[in-house]
């Protein structure tokens, strides 16, 4: 994560100010109030960009409310990513992943570290499955995840592709959605209904 030039613009006038402000009292609180308030700025920052990688942040950002995933009715409401993408936080098998929701996918795909934790049997195809994507054109294997299930959303015998060029990141593709009885977005908020809603974990 790099720091916006204005960031340290911003902390050298705190420095100053706070030395400034030594012999006056109101200023000294409205320095001492500033500094706070760019220190839980920074802790919020940290957070979303930490927690798509570390799973303790996770936690932490789900305990703030920093990324919502809410079932309302018969519905599965995820609230936009402050990086402008949409992420669902799914079980896979026995292990949670946050999922990036792609429409311009067209396979859910995963990382080879997740399709291991989650017990995914990657099966080399007989032909080469060749995918397009931005960093180009990329070879995977196949597999099938069991069960992959998020709010009152459930897939079963999803088919999957599997590739060290995914990196890290794991992608809800149009062979998941398409399975869904609707899926919109209002303002900031994506909504998914399927068409036979589960409980929720939990509900």
């Known amino acids: 994560m790099t720091a916006n030039p204005h960031f340290y613009m911003l902390l050298g006038a705190l420095f100053l100010a706070s030395l400034a ?112 994507t931005a960093n180009g054109t990329i070879r995977a294997e196949t597999g099938e995840v069991a069960e992959l299930r998020f709010g009152n959303v459930v897939a079963r015998d999803l088919a999957v592709v599997v590739s060290p060029a995914f990196g890290d990141v794991d992608v809800l593709g149009m062979n998941f959605l398409s399975r869904l009885k609707s899926l919109r977005v209002e303002g900031q908020t994506l909504i998914l209904t399927p068409h036979h809603p589960q409980e929720a974990p939990g509900g």
């Open 21 to 132: 402000a030594r012999r006056v009292p109101v200023l000294r609180t409205l320095v001492s109030v500033a500094i706070w308030v760019v220190v839980a700025g920074l802790l919020f920052v940290l957070v979303v960009e930490r927690e798509r990688f570390d799973p303790w942040f996770a936690r932490v950002a789900a305990a703030l409310n920093i990324e919502s995933q809410q079932v309302a009715g018969g519905e599965t409401r995820i609230r936009m990513s402050p990086d402008g993408h949409f992420y669902v936080r799914a079980r896979i098998g026995a292990v949670e992943r946050r999922l990036l929701v792609d429409s311009g996918a067209t396979i859910t795909a995963l990382s080879p570290g997740t399709a291991q934790a989650a017990g995914v049997e990657v099966k080399p195809a007989m032909f080469p499955v060749m995918l397009k």
